[in-house]
């Protein structure tokens, strides 16, 4: 068993911080990359932050420069940094990690997201 868990949203005024959490868990060999997720009302999921097993990191050019993705490998937890969020970040953020839970069984595990809302 394998469990992936998002914690850290909540509601903040524009140009306000939240960090956001997520932890796997469980039979786990190794995790490749890790990333954030988020889903908008009547939008669908776009990718906002990936990282790798070795730091390497992409951003949504919507969100490069104000959020900051990072991993300890060691928690298998991975975190977002978010900076001068705005009300369009609104959404429900979503964890994803590519695990290898033996050499033959690799699969992408979802948490089950946490909202956050920003106010203008």
Not at 60 to 72: E, K, L, N, Y
Not at 74 to 88: D, F, I
Request: hydrophobic share 35%; charged share 20%; net charge positive.
């Amino acid at each position: 068993q394998v469990q992936v868990v998002e914690s850290g949203g909540g509601l903040v005024q524009a140009g306000g911080s939240l960090r956001l959490s997520c932890a796997a868990s469980g039979s786990i060999f190794n995790i490749n990359i890790m990333g954030w997720y988020r889903q908008a009302p009547g939008k669908q999921r776009e990718s906002v932050a990936t990282i790798t097993s070795d730091g390497s990191a992409n951003y949504a050019g919507s969100v490069r420069g104000r959020f900051t993705i990072s991993r300890d490998s060691a928690k298998n937890t991975v975190y977002l940094r978010m900076n001068s969020l705005k009300p369009e970040d609104t959404a429900v953020y979503y964890c994803s990690a590519d695990i290898l839970r033996d050499l033959y069984d690799r699969r992408l595990y979802w948490g089950q997201g946490t909202q956050v809302t920003v106010s203008s």
